[in-house]
C-alpha cells in the first residue's frame, strides 16, 4: 500500500465518522501528515505492513486506529489520557496528543500492526446466529456444536446468554468451540483492552455493550472453565481444523460461524475457504449449518450486513440469504427461512 492510497483512505473513513468527531478528526490528522511529507511512524508503519494484504479499503486504517486506541489503553502515562473518552478523558481536540504519541511510537505499536487483528463485538451481529439454530436444530431436537471462524476471545459464541432469546434452548449447544490465529483470554486485561480498542475511542455505546458482554461472559467461564474452548486456527485452514478435531457423529449437528470474516480474504482465498467448507460439511449431510454475517464482497459498505446461509443439499453446497442487517434495522425473507425447515436431502419448492 503506497502513503498516497492510505491517506486517501484515511480521508474517506474521517467522512465516514462524521457522527464521531474525535475519531473523524484523527483520520484527517493522519491523511493531513501525510500529504505534507513521509513521517517516521509512516516509514515504520509500510515496513510492519510489508508482509500484510487488506483486501478491503477498510482494514488498515481501522488497524492502525485500533492500535493508537490500544497504546492508549494500555498506558497511564498516554498522552490520549485526557482526551479520549475510553480512557476517562472529556471528547478533546486529539490533534497535540497524536503529534506527541506518533513522534516516538512504542515497539508494541508497530507490532500490532504487524501482526494484530482487530476484533469487533457487536450483540446485534454477534447474535445472528440464534434463529438459524433455532430452527435449523432446536425444533428437530438436534443437539450441536457451534464452532466461529476469528473467534478473538469467543464473545459471539455466547451471545444466547448475554443477550437471551425467547424460546432458544441454550442446553441444545454440546460444545462452543472458537478459532483464531491468536486467541483472545478474557481473563488477560491485555487482550481486553485490545478489544476494547477495536472500537472507537468516543463511541462509548459500542464499548459500553463490549463491557457488559465481557462481564457476563466471563462470569459464565468462571462457573464453567470449558463453557468456550479457544483454538489457534488461522481462518483460511478453519474447514480443516473442524473436518480434523470434530467427528461427524450420528445424532449430533454442527453449526459453522464467521462474522466479519470473508471480507478480508483475497478472491483465491474465499475460492479456497468455500470449498473446503463444502468439503468439511459433506459428512454432516443434513445435520451442518454454516452461518455467515458479512459485508457484501461485491459492494462493501461499513452498515450493511448479509446474513447468508449454507449447507449440503442434494449432495452439494447450497446457498441461501436469510436477511439483511443495516444499522439497526434487520429484515429476514421468507426463502431464507424455508431452507432452513428443509430437514430432508430434497430442496422443497
Same mark, same amino acid.
Given at each position: 500500500?503506497?502513503?498516497?492510497?492510505?491517506?486517501?483512505?484515511?480521508?474517506?473513513?474521517?467522512?465516514?465518522?462524521?457522527?464521531?468527531?474525535?475519531?473523524?478528526?484523527?483520520?484527517?490528522?493522519?491523511?493531513?501528515?501525510? #500529504?505534507?511529507?513521509?513521517?517516521?511512524?509512516?516509514?515504520?508503519?509500510?515496513?510492519?505492513?510489508?508482509?500484510?494484504?487488506?483486501?478491503?479499503?477498510?482494514?488498515?486504517?481501522?488497524?492502525?486506529?485500533?492500535?493508537?486506541?490500544?497504546?492508549?489503553?494500555?498506558? *497511564?502515562?498516554?498522552?490520549?489520557?485526557?482526551?479520549?473518552?475510553?480512557?476517562?478523558?472529556?471528547?478533546?481536540?486529539?490533534?497535540?496528543?497524536?503529534? *506527541?504519541?506518533?513522534?516516538?511510537? +512504542?515497539? &508494541?505499536?508497530?507490532?500490532?500492526?504487524?501482526?494484530? *487483528?482487530?476484533?469487533?463485538?457487536?450483540? /446485534?451481529?454477534?447474535?445472528?446466529?440464534?434463529?438459524?439454530?433455532?430452527?435449523?436444530?432446536?425444533?428437530?431436537?438436534?443437539?450441536?456444536?457451534?464452532?466461529?471462524?476469528?473467534?478473538?476471545? !469467543?464473545?459471539?459464541?455466547?451471545?444466547?446468554?448475554?443477550? +437471551?432469546?425467547?424460546?432458544?434452548?441454550?442446553?441444545?449447544?454440546?460444545?462452543?468451540?472458537? /478459532?483464531?490465529?491468536?486467541?483472545?483470554?478474557?481473563?488477560?486485561?491485555?487482550?481486553?483492552?485490545?478489544?476494547?480498542?477495536?472500537?472507537?475511542?468516543?463511541?462509548?455505546?459500542?464499548?459500553?455493550?463490549?463491557?457488559?458482554?465481557?462481564?457476563?461472559?466471563?462470569? #459464565?467461564? %468462571?462457573?464453567?472453565?470449558?463453557?468456550?474452548?479457544?483454538?489457534?486456527?488461522? +481462518?483460511?485452514?478453519?474447514?480443516?481444523?473442524?473436518? #480434523?478435531?470434530?467427528?461427524?457423529?450420528?445424532?449430533?449437528?454442527?453449526?459453522?460461524?464467521?462474522?466479519?470474516?470473508? &471480507?478480508?480474504?483475497?478472491?483465491?482465498?474465499?475460492?479456497?475457504?468455500?470449498?473446503?467448507?463444502?468439503?468439511?460439511? %459433506?459428512?454432516?449431510?443434513?445435520?451442518?449449518?454454516?452461518?455467515?454475517?458479512?459485508?457484501?464482497?461485491?459492494?462493501?459498505?461499513?452498515? #450493511?450486513?448479509?446474513? /447468508?446461509?449454507?449447507?449440503?443439499? =442434494?449432495?452439494?453446497?447450497?446457498?441461501?440469504?436469510?436477511?439483511?442487517?443495516? !444499522?439497526?434495522?434487520?429484515?429476514?425473507?421468507?426463502?431464507?427461512?424455508?431452507?432452513?425447515?428443509?430437514?430432508?436431502?430434497?430442496?422443497? =419448492?
Amino acid at each position: 500500500m503506497t502513503k498516497e492510497e492510505f491517506a486517501a483512505q484515511c480521508e474517506q473513513a474521517a467522512a465516514v465518522a462524521k457522527d464521531l468527531p474525535l475519531s473523524s478528526t484523527v483520520l484527517a490528522y493522519l491523511a493531513a501528515e501525510l #500529504k505534507k511529507g513521509d513521517p517516521l511512524w509512516w516509514r515504520e508503519t509500510a515496513k510492519a505492513w510489508r508482509n500484510r494484504n487488506f483486501a478491503t479499503w477498510t482494514e488498515a486504517w481501522s488497524l492502525l486506529l485500533a492500535a493508537i486506541h490500544f497504546e492508549a489503553l494500555n498506558s *497511564e502515562d498516554s498522552p490520549f489520557t485526557e482526551c479520549f473518552p475510553s480512557c476517562g478523558g472529556a471528547a478533546s481536540d486529539p490533534r497535540p496528543a497524536l503529534a *506527541e504519541f506518533l513522534a516516538k511510537p +512504542p515497539a &508494541s505499536f508497530f507490532e500490532n500492526l504487524r501482526t494484530a *487483528e482487530r476484533r469487533v463485538y457487536s450483540a /446485534l451481529r454477534a447474535g445472528q446466529w440464534l434463529v438459524p439454530a433455532q430452527k435449523f436444530f432446536q425444533e428437530r431436537a438436534l443437539p450441536f456444536y457451534i464452532v466461529e471462524v476469528n473467534a478473538g476471545a !469467543g464473545l459471539n459464541l455466547a451471545s444466547d446468554i448475554i443477550t +437471551p432469546q425467547e424460546g432458544f434452548d441454550s442446553t441444545m449447544i454440546q460444545a462452543r468451540i472458537g /478459532l483464531d490465529p491468536n486467541p483472545l483470554s478474557l481473563d488477560n486485561i491485555s487482550h481486553r483492552r485490545w478489544l476494547t480498542a477495536a472500537h472507537w475511542p468516543d463511541h462509548m455505546p459500542a464499548i459500553e455493550e463490549l463491557d457488559q458482554a465481557i462481564a457476563i461472559a466471563g462470569a #459464565k467461564l %468462571q462457573e464453567e472453565q470449558d463453557f468456550i474452548q479457544l483454538e489457534a486456527c488461522p +481462518p483460511e485452514l478453519a474447514p480443516k481444523f473442524i473436518a #480434523k478435531n470434530i467427528p461427524a457423529e450420528e445424532g449430533l449437528g454442527l453449526l459453522v460461524l464467521n462474522i466479519g470474516v470473508i &471480507s478480508r480474504m483475497t478472491d483465491k482465498v474465499f475460492s479456497a475457504y468455500t470449498k473446503d467448507m463444502s468439503d468439511m460439511l %459433506q459428512p454432516w449431510g443434513n445435520r451442518g449449518l454454516w452461518v455467515e454475517v458479512e459485508n457484501s464482497r461485491a459492494s462493501y459498505n461499513l452498515a #450493511k450486513y448479509q446474513i /447468508l446461509l449454507g449447507r449440503i443439499l =442434494e449432495g452439494n453446497l447450497k446457498g441461501q440469504l436469510l436477511g439483511e442487517l443495516f !444499522g439497526t434495522e434487520l429484515k429476514y425473507h421468507p426463502p431464507g427461512l424455508a431452507f432452513l425447515a428443509v430437514h430432508d436431502q430434497a430442496v422443497k =419448492e
